[in-house]
Protein backbone atom coordinates (compact mmCIF):
# COMPACT_ATOMS: atom_id res chain seq x y z
CA UNK A 1 0.00 0.00 0.00
CA UNK A 2 1.31 3.46 -0.72
CA UNK A 3 2.16 6.12 1.77
CA UNK A 4 -0.79 8.81 1.37
CA UNK A 5 -4.42 7.82 1.19
CA UNK A 6 -6.79 8.73 -1.60
CA UNK A 7 -9.73 7.37 0.24
CA UNK A 8 -10.86 6.52 3.67
CA UNK A 9 -14.47 5.38 4.75
CA UNK A 10 -15.49 4.99 7.85
CA UNK A 11 -18.38 3.80 9.62
CA UNK A 12 -20.59 4.17 6.73
CA UNK A 13 -24.37 3.50 7.04
CA UNK A 14 -26.86 3.37 3.88
CA UNK A 15 -30.57 3.08 4.87
CA UNK A 16 -33.07 3.30 1.63
CA UNK A 17 -36.12 3.66 4.15
CA UNK A 18 -36.72 0.32 6.48
CA UNK A 19 -33.61 -1.65 4.25
CA UNK A 20 -30.34 -0.95 5.87
CA UNK A 21 -28.69 -1.72 2.67
CA UNK A 22 -24.67 -0.62 3.96
CA UNK A 23 -23.82 -1.40 7.50
CA UNK A 24 -20.72 -0.04 9.35
CA UNK A 25 -18.43 -0.42 6.43
CA UNK A 26 -14.78 1.42 6.76
CA UNK A 27 -11.71 0.65 4.28
CA UNK A 28 -8.66 3.00 3.64
CA UNK A 29 -7.58 2.88 -0.49
CA UNK A 30 -4.11 4.71 -0.92
CA UNK A 31 -2.72 6.53 -3.88
CA UNK A 32 -2.62 4.58 -7.25
CA UNK A 33 -3.48 1.15 -5.22
CA UNK A 34 -6.75 -0.55 -7.01
CA UNK A 35 -8.54 -1.70 -4.67
CA UNK A 36 -11.41 -4.63 -5.02
CA UNK A 37 -14.85 -4.86 -3.65
CA UNK A 38 -16.33 -7.86 -4.66
CA UNK A 39 -20.06 -9.97 -3.01
CA UNK A 40 -23.70 -11.32 -4.81
CA UNK A 41 -26.13 -9.00 -5.90
CA UNK A 42 -27.58 -7.32 -2.84
CA UNK A 43 -24.36 -7.14 -0.81
CA UNK A 44 -24.16 -3.36 -1.01
CA UNK A 45 -20.91 -3.20 -3.07
CA UNK A 46 -22.61 -0.28 -5.73
CA UNK A 47 -24.08 1.46 -3.27
CA UNK A 48 -20.65 2.02 -1.48
CA UNK A 49 -19.82 3.12 -4.94
CA UNK A 50 -22.41 5.12 -5.39
CA UNK A 51 -21.75 7.11 -1.85
CA UNK A 52 -18.46 7.54 -3.01
CA UNK A 53 -19.48 8.96 -6.68
CA UNK A 54 -21.63 11.05 -4.68
CA UNK A 55 -24.34 10.14 -6.14
CA UNK A 56 -26.23 8.57 -3.14
CA UNK A 57 -26.80 11.66 -0.94
CA UNK A 58 -28.46 9.56 2.41
CA UNK A 59 -25.91 7.86 3.85
CA UNK A 60 -23.70 8.73 7.51
CA UNK A 61 -20.27 8.25 8.45
CA UNK A 62 -17.06 9.98 7.08
CA UNK A 63 -15.64 10.08 4.27
CA UNK A 64 -12.04 11.74 3.13
CA UNK A 65 -11.61 12.17 -0.50
CA UNK A 66 -8.13 13.32 -1.24
CA UNK A 67 -7.71 14.70 2.16
CA UNK A 68 -10.72 16.32 1.99
CA UNK A 69 -14.00 15.61 4.01
CA UNK A 70 -16.79 15.11 2.09
CA UNK A 71 -20.42 16.41 2.23
CA UNK A 72 -23.61 14.78 1.06
CA UNK A 73 -23.50 16.92 -1.92
CA UNK A 74 -20.33 17.48 -4.22
CA UNK A 75 -18.90 20.05 -6.16
CA UNK A 76 -17.71 20.50 -9.06
CA UNK A 77 -13.94 20.22 -8.06
CA UNK A 78 -14.64 17.33 -7.03
CA UNK A 79 -16.01 15.69 -10.07
CA UNK A 80 -12.95 16.69 -11.48
CA UNK A 81 -10.93 14.39 -9.64
CA UNK A 82 -13.52 11.35 -9.01
CA UNK A 83 -15.31 9.89 -12.36
CA UNK A 84 -16.99 6.91 -12.47
CA UNK A 85 -17.32 3.67 -15.49
CA UNK A 86 -20.91 2.13 -15.39
CA UNK A 87 -21.80 -1.46 -15.82
CA UNK A 88 -23.44 -1.35 -18.61
CA UNK A 89 -21.98 0.53 -22.01
CA UNK A 90 -25.39 0.10 -23.74
CA UNK A 91 -27.46 1.90 -21.21
CA UNK A 92 -24.27 4.65 -19.91
CA UNK A 93 -23.73 6.45 -23.34
CA UNK A 94 -26.74 8.78 -24.58
CA UNK A 95 -28.29 7.02 -28.11
CA UNK A 96 -28.28 10.49 -30.34
CA UNK A 97 -24.63 12.09 -29.27
CA UNK A 98 -21.96 11.38 -31.10
CA UNK A 99 -18.80 9.94 -29.16
CA UNK A 100 -17.14 13.50 -29.60
CA UNK A 101 -20.35 15.37 -28.07
CA UNK A 102 -20.20 12.73 -25.44
CA UNK A 103 -16.21 13.59 -24.78
CA UNK A 104 -17.13 17.11 -24.72
CA UNK A 105 -19.87 17.48 -22.37
CA UNK A 106 -17.42 17.31 -19.36
CA UNK A 107 -14.85 19.54 -20.77
CA UNK A 108 -17.54 22.34 -21.64
CA UNK A 109 -18.96 21.55 -18.16
CA UNK A 110 -15.60 22.16 -16.35
CA UNK A 111 -14.60 25.25 -18.81
CA UNK A 112 -11.74 23.75 -20.02
CA UNK A 113 -10.03 24.92 -22.72
CA UNK A 114 -7.93 23.11 -25.74
CA UNK A 115 -11.48 20.42 -25.99
CA UNK A 116 -10.76 19.41 -29.99
CA UNK A 117 -7.03 18.23 -28.64
CA UNK A 118 -8.48 16.64 -25.53
CA UNK A 119 -11.35 14.72 -27.09
CA UNK A 120 -8.57 13.31 -30.14
CA UNK A 121 -6.16 12.18 -27.41
CA UNK A 122 -8.54 10.76 -25.21
CA UNK A 123 -10.30 8.48 -28.39
CA UNK A 124 -6.35 7.55 -28.57
CA UNK A 125 -5.47 6.90 -25.45
CA UNK A 126 -8.35 3.95 -24.94
CA UNK A 127 -7.25 2.62 -28.22
CA UNK A 128 -10.12 3.60 -30.74
CA UNK A 129 -9.37 4.63 -34.16
CA UNK A 130 -9.61 8.51 -34.90
CA UNK A 131 -11.85 7.76 -37.30
CA UNK A 132 -14.73 6.85 -34.38
CA UNK A 133 -14.73 10.22 -33.29
CA UNK A 134 -18.08 10.98 -35.03
CA UNK A 135 -19.48 7.91 -34.48
CA UNK A 136 -23.23 6.96 -32.70
CA UNK A 137 -23.46 4.51 -29.82
CA UNK A 138 -25.11 2.03 -32.23
CA UNK A 139 -22.22 2.00 -34.49
CA UNK A 140 -20.13 0.53 -32.00
CA UNK A 141 -19.73 -2.85 -30.31
CA UNK A 142 -19.95 -3.51 -26.49
CA UNK A 143 -16.37 -3.50 -26.00
CA UNK A 144 -16.20 -0.29 -27.96
CA UNK A 145 -18.41 1.52 -25.87
CA UNK A 146 -17.21 0.78 -22.81
CA UNK A 147 -14.47 2.30 -23.89
CA UNK A 148 -15.83 5.43 -25.27
CA UNK A 149 -17.03 5.51 -21.42
CA UNK A 150 -13.64 5.15 -19.74
CA UNK A 151 -12.34 7.92 -22.35
CA UNK A 152 -15.45 10.03 -20.95
CA UNK A 153 -13.94 9.24 -17.78
CA UNK A 154 -10.65 10.44 -18.19
CA UNK A 155 -10.84 13.17 -20.38
CA UNK A 156 -10.85 15.05 -17.17
CA UNK A 157 -7.96 14.11 -16.29
CA UNK A 158 -9.49 12.87 -12.78
CA UNK A 159 -7.17 11.38 -9.88
CA UNK A 160 -9.50 8.83 -8.92
CA UNK A 161 -11.82 6.03 -11.02
CA UNK A 162 -14.47 4.30 -9.54
CA UNK A 163 -15.56 1.30 -11.28
CA UNK A 164 -18.85 -0.09 -11.42
CA UNK A 165 -18.82 -3.99 -12.96
CA UNK A 166 -16.63 -2.13 -16.21
CA UNK A 167 -16.55 -5.76 -18.11
CA UNK A 168 -19.80 -8.17 -16.61
CA UNK A 169 -21.41 -7.01 -20.06
CA UNK A 170 -18.87 -7.34 -21.90
CA UNK A 171 -17.64 -11.34 -23.51
CA UNK A 172 -14.84 -12.63 -22.04
CA UNK A 173 -12.19 -12.21 -25.08
CA UNK A 174 -13.54 -8.19 -25.07
CA UNK A 175 -13.03 -8.28 -20.75
CA UNK A 176 -9.39 -8.86 -21.32
CA UNK A 177 -8.75 -6.55 -23.60
CA UNK A 178 -10.41 -3.57 -21.45
CA UNK A 179 -8.84 -5.09 -18.74
CA UNK A 180 -5.52 -4.70 -20.01
CA UNK A 181 -6.44 -1.36 -21.03
CA UNK A 182 -7.63 -0.01 -17.36
CA UNK A 183 -4.34 -1.41 -16.05
CA UNK A 184 -1.95 0.14 -18.45
CA UNK A 185 -3.78 3.41 -17.65
CA UNK A 186 -3.28 3.17 -14.06
CA UNK A 187 0.36 2.52 -14.54
CA UNK A 188 0.83 5.60 -16.69
CA UNK A 189 -1.06 8.20 -14.77
CA UNK A 190 -0.96 6.92 -11.03
CA UNK A 191 -4.33 6.32 -10.96
CA UNK A 192 -6.74 5.41 -7.70
CA UNK A 193 -9.08 2.99 -8.66
CA UNK A 194 -11.67 1.22 -6.89
CA UNK A 195 -13.31 -1.94 -8.72
CA UNK A 196 -16.59 -3.12 -7.77
CA UNK A 197 -17.05 -6.54 -9.32
CA UNK A 198 -19.02 -10.09 -8.63
CA UNK A 199 -16.27 -11.81 -10.48
CA UNK A 200 -12.96 -12.84 -7.88
CA UNK A 201 -11.14 -13.44 -10.96
CA UNK A 202 -11.27 -10.36 -12.41
CA UNK A 203 -11.33 -8.64 -9.14
CA UNK A 204 -7.67 -10.81 -8.34
CA UNK A 205 -6.63 -9.98 -11.48
CA UNK A 206 -7.11 -6.13 -10.77
CA UNK A 207 -6.42 -5.12 -7.33
CA UNK A 208 -3.74 -5.25 -4.64
CA UNK A 209 -6.38 -5.53 -1.90
CA UNK A 210 -10.41 -6.23 -1.69
CA UNK A 211 -13.11 -6.11 0.96
CA UNK A 212 -15.82 -9.36 0.30
CA UNK A 213 -19.24 -7.92 1.54
CA UNK A 214 -22.50 -9.82 2.07
CA UNK A 215 -25.63 -8.48 3.03
CA UNK A 216 -24.17 -4.95 3.40
CA UNK A 217 -21.58 -5.93 5.65
CA UNK A 218 -17.99 -6.09 5.37
CA UNK A 219 -17.15 -9.47 5.93
CA UNK A 220 -13.11 -9.25 5.21
CA UNK A 221 -10.54 -7.49 3.67
CA UNK A 222 -7.93 -9.80 2.50
CA UNK A 223 -4.98 -8.80 -0.22
CA UNK A 224 -4.74 -10.68 -3.60
CA UNK A 225 -2.06 -12.99 -2.99
CA UNK A 226 -4.18 -14.23 0.35
CA UNK A 227 -6.89 -14.81 -2.56
CA UNK A 228 -4.69 -16.22 -5.10
CA UNK A 229 -3.50 -18.89 -2.29
CA UNK A 230 -6.78 -19.58 -1.77
CA UNK A 231 -6.52 -18.71 1.89
CA UNK A 232 -9.21 -16.01 3.01
CA UNK A 233 -10.25 -16.16 6.57
CA UNK A 234 -14.40 -16.36 6.51
CA UNK A 235 -16.01 -19.54 5.41
CA UNK A 236 -18.22 -17.12 3.07
CA UNK A 237 -15.50 -15.89 0.96
CA UNK A 238 -14.20 -19.11 1.07
CA UNK A 239 -17.20 -20.21 -0.31
CA UNK A 240 -17.04 -17.47 -3.53
CA UNK A 241 -13.54 -18.92 -4.22
CA UNK A 242 -15.07 -22.73 -4.51
CA UNK A 243 -18.18 -20.74 -7.05
CA UNK A 244 -15.91 -19.36 -8.78
CA UNK A 245 -13.95 -22.50 -9.53
CA UNK A 246 -16.80 -23.60 -11.92
CA UNK A 247 -19.12 -26.57 -11.40
CA UNK A 248 -18.34 -29.33 -10.52
CA UNK A 249 -20.15 -33.07 -10.26
CA UNK A 250 -20.90 -34.38 -6.85
CA UNK A 251 -21.28 -37.49 -7.60
CA UNK A 252 -18.54 -37.62 -9.99
CA UNK B 1 -15.86 -46.78 -22.75
CA UNK B 2 -18.98 -46.13 -24.43
CA UNK B 3 -21.13 -43.23 -23.49
CA UNK B 4 -24.66 -43.58 -24.26
CA UNK B 5 -24.98 -41.44 -26.98
CA UNK B 6 -22.76 -44.11 -29.28
CA UNK B 7 -25.02 -46.61 -28.39
CA UNK B 8 -29.01 -44.68 -28.57
CA UNK B 9 -29.36 -43.37 -31.86
CA UNK B 10 -28.68 -39.34 -31.52
CA UNK B 11 -31.66 -37.55 -30.63
CA UNK B 12 -31.08 -34.69 -32.86
CA UNK B 13 -28.68 -34.34 -35.78
CA UNK B 14 -27.45 -31.56 -38.16
CA UNK B 15 -25.03 -31.44 -41.09
CA UNK B 16 -24.30 -28.35 -42.72
CA UNK B 17 -26.41 -25.85 -41.36
CA UNK B 18 -26.40 -22.44 -42.42
CA UNK B 19 -28.44 -19.11 -41.26
CA UNK B 20 -28.32 -16.50 -43.73
CA UNK B 21 -29.60 -12.90 -43.35
CA UNK B 22 -29.87 -11.44 -46.80
CA UNK B 23 -30.16 -7.55 -45.86
CA UNK B 24 -29.44 -4.41 -48.13
CA UNK B 25 -25.87 -4.49 -47.90
CA UNK B 26 -25.60 -8.48 -49.25
CA UNK B 27 -25.95 -11.70 -47.06
CA UNK B 28 -24.99 -11.69 -43.46
CA UNK B 29 -24.05 -15.49 -43.03
CA UNK B 30 -24.53 -15.97 -39.45
CA UNK B 31 -23.94 -19.88 -39.09
CA UNK B 32 -21.89 -21.39 -41.95
CA UNK B 33 -22.10 -25.08 -42.55
CA UNK B 34 -22.43 -26.24 -38.78
CA UNK B 35 -22.50 -30.08 -38.25
CA UNK B 36 -22.98 -32.10 -35.01
CA UNK B 37 -25.12 -34.64 -33.37
CA UNK B 38 -26.88 -34.53 -30.00
CA UNK B 39 -27.11 -37.52 -27.69
CA UNK B 40 -28.78 -37.36 -24.52
CA UNK B 41 -25.23 -35.42 -23.04
CA UNK B 42 -24.85 -31.78 -22.26
CA UNK B 43 -23.49 -30.79 -25.43
CA UNK B 44 -21.68 -27.15 -24.99
CA UNK B 45 -21.19 -24.27 -27.87
CA UNK B 46 -18.75 -21.82 -26.50
CA UNK B 47 -17.60 -18.86 -28.92
CA UNK B 48 -17.98 -14.80 -28.84
CA UNK B 49 -20.99 -12.33 -29.77
CA UNK B 50 -21.47 -12.67 -33.06
CA UNK B 51 -20.17 -16.42 -33.76
CA UNK B 52 -23.40 -17.68 -34.41
CA UNK B 53 -24.05 -19.90 -31.44
CA UNK B 54 -27.57 -18.22 -30.22
CA UNK B 55 -28.55 -18.72 -34.27
CA UNK B 56 -27.52 -22.08 -33.97
CA UNK B 57 -30.05 -22.93 -31.38
CA UNK B 58 -32.75 -20.05 -32.28
CA UNK B 59 -32.49 -22.24 -35.76
CA UNK B 60 -33.15 -25.89 -34.57
CA UNK B 61 -36.20 -24.17 -33.23
CA UNK B 62 -37.23 -22.44 -36.36
CA UNK B 63 -37.27 -19.08 -34.71
CA UNK B 64 -35.15 -17.38 -36.85
CA UNK B 65 -37.21 -14.48 -37.83
CA UNK B 66 -37.11 -12.99 -41.57
CA UNK B 67 -34.94 -11.68 -43.86
CA UNK B 68 -32.96 -14.93 -42.10
CA UNK B 69 -33.30 -18.60 -43.85
CA UNK B 70 -32.31 -21.51 -42.40
CA UNK B 71 -30.26 -23.87 -44.68
CA UNK B 72 -29.53 -27.56 -43.73
CA UNK B 73 -28.59 -30.93 -45.50
CA UNK B 74 -30.13 -32.57 -42.81
CA UNK B 75 -32.20 -31.57 -39.80
CA UNK B 76 -33.46 -34.33 -38.24
CA UNK B 77 -34.79 -34.36 -34.32
CA UNK B 78 -35.45 -38.28 -33.87
CA UNK B 79 -35.86 -40.12 -37.27
CA UNK B 80 -38.10 -36.79 -38.36
CA UNK B 81 -37.24 -34.27 -40.76
CA UNK B 82 -37.44 -31.24 -39.51
CA UNK B 83 -37.12 -29.34 -42.59
CA UNK B 84 -40.02 -30.91 -44.58
CA UNK B 85 -42.13 -30.90 -41.66
CA UNK B 86 -45.24 -28.29 -42.12
CA UNK B 87 -45.11 -25.38 -39.69
CA UNK B 88 -47.39 -26.69 -37.37
CA UNK B 89 -46.61 -29.69 -36.91
CA UNK B 90 -43.04 -27.64 -36.15
CA UNK B 91 -44.88 -25.58 -33.79
CA UNK B 92 -46.32 -29.33 -31.78
CA UNK B 93 -42.63 -30.12 -31.20
CA UNK B 94 -41.52 -26.83 -30.27
CA UNK B 95 -41.77 -26.69 -26.82
CA UNK B 96 -42.89 -30.12 -26.13
CA UNK B 97 -40.34 -31.63 -27.42
CA UNK B 98 -37.06 -29.43 -27.91
CA UNK B 99 -37.77 -26.21 -25.79
CA UNK B 100 -35.36 -22.87 -25.16
CA UNK B 101 -34.91 -20.67 -22.06
CA UNK B 102 -33.54 -17.83 -22.77
CA UNK B 103 -30.66 -15.47 -20.70
CA UNK B 104 -32.39 -13.05 -19.30
CA UNK B 105 -35.46 -13.59 -16.96
CA UNK B 106 -36.13 -9.68 -17.03
CA UNK B 107 -37.18 -9.95 -20.62
CA UNK B 108 -38.39 -12.99 -21.45
CA UNK B 109 -40.89 -13.35 -18.74
CA UNK B 110 -44.65 -12.01 -19.38
CA UNK B 111 -44.58 -8.70 -16.73
CA UNK B 112 -47.94 -8.78 -16.32
CA UNK B 113 -48.58 -12.26 -15.19
CA UNK B 114 -47.89 -14.17 -12.31
CA UNK B 115 -45.14 -16.74 -12.35
CA UNK B 116 -47.00 -19.81 -11.57
CA UNK B 117 -49.70 -19.24 -14.12
CA UNK B 118 -46.82 -18.82 -16.62
CA UNK B 119 -45.53 -21.99 -15.99
CA UNK B 120 -49.32 -23.62 -16.13
CA UNK B 121 -49.92 -22.13 -19.46
CA UNK B 122 -47.02 -24.30 -20.63
CA UNK B 123 -48.17 -27.11 -19.54
CA UNK B 124 -51.87 -26.40 -20.49
CA UNK B 125 -50.61 -25.52 -23.87
CA UNK B 126 -48.92 -29.08 -24.62
CA UNK B 127 -50.71 -31.58 -21.97
CA UNK B 128 -54.85 -31.97 -21.99
CA UNK B 129 -55.55 -30.70 -18.62
CA UNK B 130 -57.50 -28.51 -16.60
CA UNK B 131 -56.53 -25.31 -14.77
CA UNK B 132 -56.39 -27.46 -11.56
CA UNK B 133 -53.85 -30.33 -12.56
CA UNK B 134 -51.76 -27.54 -14.77
CA UNK B 135 -51.82 -25.62 -10.94
CA UNK B 136 -50.64 -28.68 -9.36
CA UNK B 137 -48.06 -29.70 -11.46
CA UNK B 138 -46.92 -26.29 -11.59
CA UNK B 139 -46.10 -26.31 -8.03
CA UNK B 140 -43.81 -29.77 -8.30
CA UNK B 141 -41.94 -28.18 -11.32
CA UNK B 142 -41.41 -24.92 -8.88
CA UNK B 143 -40.27 -27.12 -6.15
CA UNK B 144 -37.96 -29.34 -8.76
CA UNK B 145 -35.98 -26.17 -9.63
CA UNK B 146 -35.36 -25.58 -5.94
CA UNK B 147 -37.82 -22.91 -4.80
CA UNK B 148 -38.52 -23.31 -1.07
CA UNK B 149 -41.91 -22.10 -1.09
CA UNK B 150 -43.94 -22.77 -4.12
CA UNK B 151 -47.25 -21.85 -3.17
CA UNK B 152 -45.85 -18.13 -2.72
CA UNK B 153 -43.84 -17.82 -5.59
CA UNK B 154 -46.64 -18.88 -7.74
CA UNK B 155 -48.27 -15.89 -7.53
CA UNK B 156 -45.55 -13.57 -7.65
CA UNK B 157 -45.08 -11.39 -10.35
CA UNK B 158 -41.80 -11.25 -12.20
CA UNK B 159 -40.36 -7.99 -11.22
CA UNK B 160 -40.80 -9.92 -7.59
CA UNK B 161 -38.18 -12.37 -8.09
CA UNK B 162 -34.87 -12.21 -8.00
CA UNK B 163 -32.62 -12.86 -11.20
CA UNK B 164 -31.92 -16.71 -9.67
CA UNK B 165 -35.44 -17.58 -9.39
CA UNK B 166 -36.52 -15.98 -12.42
CA UNK B 167 -34.09 -18.02 -14.03
CA UNK B 168 -34.99 -20.88 -12.22
CA UNK B 169 -38.86 -20.06 -13.33
CA UNK B 170 -37.84 -19.96 -16.59
CA UNK B 171 -36.54 -23.60 -16.41
CA UNK B 172 -39.53 -24.70 -14.36
CA UNK B 173 -41.66 -23.49 -17.46
CA UNK B 174 -39.75 -25.34 -20.00
CA UNK B 175 -39.20 -28.47 -18.38
CA UNK B 176 -43.04 -29.34 -17.51
CA UNK B 177 -43.51 -30.35 -21.04
CA UNK B 178 -40.52 -32.61 -20.14
CA UNK B 179 -39.06 -32.08 -23.82
CA UNK B 180 -36.35 -34.13 -24.84
CA UNK B 181 -34.19 -31.33 -26.13
CA UNK B 182 -33.22 -28.23 -23.86
CA UNK B 183 -31.38 -25.51 -25.98
CA UNK B 184 -29.74 -23.09 -22.65
CA UNK B 185 -29.06 -19.97 -23.97
CA UNK B 186 -26.72 -18.55 -21.70
CA UNK B 187 -29.12 -19.57 -19.07
CA UNK B 188 -26.66 -18.46 -15.65
CA UNK B 189 -24.56 -15.48 -17.51
CA UNK B 190 -26.77 -12.73 -15.87
CA UNK B 191 -26.73 -14.37 -12.15
CA UNK B 192 -23.79 -14.44 -9.45
CA UNK B 193 -21.67 -17.31 -8.85
CA UNK B 194 -22.95 -19.34 -6.30
CA UNK B 195 -27.23 -18.75 -7.94
CA UNK B 196 -25.00 -20.05 -10.90
CA UNK B 197 -23.63 -23.36 -9.09
CA UNK B 198 -27.42 -23.98 -7.99
CA UNK B 199 -29.10 -23.49 -11.32
CA UNK B 200 -26.39 -25.56 -13.26
CA UNK B 201 -27.25 -28.12 -10.33
CA UNK B 202 -30.60 -28.54 -11.80
CA UNK B 203 -29.59 -28.60 -15.27
CA UNK B 204 -26.75 -31.25 -14.28
CA UNK B 205 -29.66 -33.28 -12.25
CA UNK B 206 -32.29 -33.19 -15.05
CA UNK B 207 -30.22 -34.35 -18.07
CA UNK B 208 -29.14 -37.12 -15.82
CA UNK B 209 -32.05 -38.03 -14.49
CA UNK B 210 -34.44 -37.47 -17.30
CA UNK B 211 -31.78 -38.86 -20.12
CA UNK B 212 -32.67 -35.22 -21.85
CA UNK B 213 -30.46 -33.74 -24.14
CA UNK B 214 -28.70 -30.28 -23.38
CA UNK B 215 -27.32 -27.85 -25.81
CA UNK B 216 -25.40 -24.82 -23.51
CA UNK B 217 -24.76 -21.80 -25.39
CA UNK B 218 -22.58 -19.82 -23.50
CA UNK B 219 -19.28 -17.31 -24.06
CA UNK B 220 -17.60 -18.92 -21.14
CA UNK B 221 -15.29 -21.79 -21.89
CA UNK B 222 -14.05 -22.12 -18.60
CA UNK B 223 -17.88 -23.29 -17.07
CA UNK B 224 -18.34 -24.86 -20.00
CA UNK B 225 -15.51 -27.30 -19.66
CA UNK B 226 -16.61 -27.75 -15.70
CA UNK B 227 -20.01 -28.65 -17.15
CA UNK B 228 -20.48 -30.28 -20.30
CA UNK B 229 -19.85 -33.39 -21.82
CA UNK B 230 -18.11 -32.43 -25.15
CA UNK B 231 -17.59 -28.65 -26.51
CA UNK B 232 -18.21 -26.86 -29.95
CA UNK B 233 -15.98 -24.21 -30.41
CA UNK B 234 -17.24 -21.69 -32.36
CA UNK B 235 -16.02 -18.49 -34.10
CA UNK B 236 -17.32 -16.39 -37.19
CA UNK B 237 -20.37 -19.32 -37.62
CA UNK B 238 -17.95 -22.26 -38.46
CA UNK B 239 -16.83 -24.76 -35.63
CA UNK B 240 -13.69 -24.35 -35.18
CA UNK B 241 -13.07 -27.82 -33.37
CA UNK B 242 -15.82 -30.21 -31.49
CA UNK B 243 -13.60 -32.25 -28.31
CA UNK B 244 -14.49 -33.66 -25.04
CA UNK B 245 -14.58 -31.69 -22.55
CA UNK B 246 -11.90 -32.88 -20.33
CA UNK B 247 -9.49 -32.69 -22.76
CA UNK B 248 -9.64 -28.81 -21.94
CA UNK B 249 -8.81 -29.97 -18.90
CA UNK B 250 -5.61 -31.33 -19.56
CA UNK B 251 -2.70 -28.79 -20.15
CA UNK B 252 -0.78 -31.59 -22.30
CA UNK B 253 -3.40 -32.14 -24.67
CA UNK B 254 -4.33 -28.33 -24.12
CA UNK B 255 -1.27 -27.73 -26.74
CA UNK B 256 -2.46 -29.36 -29.40
CA UNK B 257 -5.83 -27.25 -29.77
CA UNK B 258 -6.83 -24.76 -32.24
CA UNK B 259 -5.22 -21.43 -31.61
CA UNK B 260 -8.91 -19.93 -31.18
CA UNK B 261 -10.11 -22.37 -28.06
CA UNK B 262 -6.20 -21.80 -26.03
CA UNK B 263 -6.80 -17.88 -26.87
CA UNK B 264 -10.37 -18.20 -25.43
CA UNK B 265 -9.19 -20.01 -22.19
CA UNK B 266 -5.77 -17.51 -21.45
CA UNK B 267 -8.15 -14.54 -21.86
CA UNK B 268 -9.27 -15.39 -18.58
CA UNK B 269 -7.88 -13.98 -15.30
CA UNK B 270 -7.24 -16.58 -13.32
CA UNK B 271 -7.26 -16.35 -9.23
CA UNK B 272 -4.54 -18.85 -8.62
CA UNK B 273 -2.05 -17.58 -11.19
CA UNK B 274 -1.94 -13.53 -11.38
CA UNK B 275 -0.56 -12.13 -14.43
CA UNK B 276 0.63 -8.69 -15.57
CA UNK B 277 -1.28 -8.32 -18.37
CA UNK B 278 -4.39 -10.78 -20.04
CA UNK B 279 -3.72 -12.54 -23.44
CA UNK B 280 -5.85 -11.18 -26.31
CA UNK B 281 -6.99 -12.96 -28.93
CA UNK B 282 -5.43 -12.74 -32.25
CA UNK B 283 -7.78 -13.62 -34.72
CA UNK B 284 -6.86 -15.11 -38.12
CA UNK B 285 -9.11 -14.28 -41.12
CA UNK B 286 -8.33 -18.10 -42.88
CA UNK B 287 -9.90 -19.87 -39.88
CA UNK B 288 -12.99 -18.93 -41.77
CA UNK B 289 -12.03 -19.71 -45.36
Redesign the interface.
Given at each position: MSATVAISVSHLDVRFGDSHVVHDVSFNVGTGESYGIVG???SGKSTVLRVLAGLNRKWSGDIDILGKRQEKTRNKAFFRNVQMVFQDPYGSLHPKKTVDAALAEPLAIHGIADAERKIGKAIFDVGLPSSFRYRFPHQL??GQRQRVAIARALVLEPAILLLDEPTSAL???????V??LL?ALRRERNLTYILVS?????V???CERLMVMQLGKAVEEMT?ST??A?APATSYSQ???V???????ESA | MLTRSEITPPLLEVENLRVNFHTATGIVQAVRGLSFTLGRERLGIVG??GSGKSMTGRAILDLIPPPGEILASKLIFRGQDLQTMDKAARRKLRGRHISMVMQDPKFSLNPVVTVGEQIAEGYRVHHKANRREAKDCSLTMLEAVQIREPARVYDLYPHEV??GMGQRVMIAMMLIAEPDILIADEPTSAL??????QV??IL?DLVTRRGMGLIFIS?????V???CDRVIVMYGGKAMETLPAAELVNPASLESRHPYTR??LA???????????????SRDPAWLS
Open positions: ESGSGDVSIQAELNQHDLAVGHMALSHQLLASAGFRR | ESSGDVTVQLLKDHDLRLTSFGLCLPSIEHRRAELATI
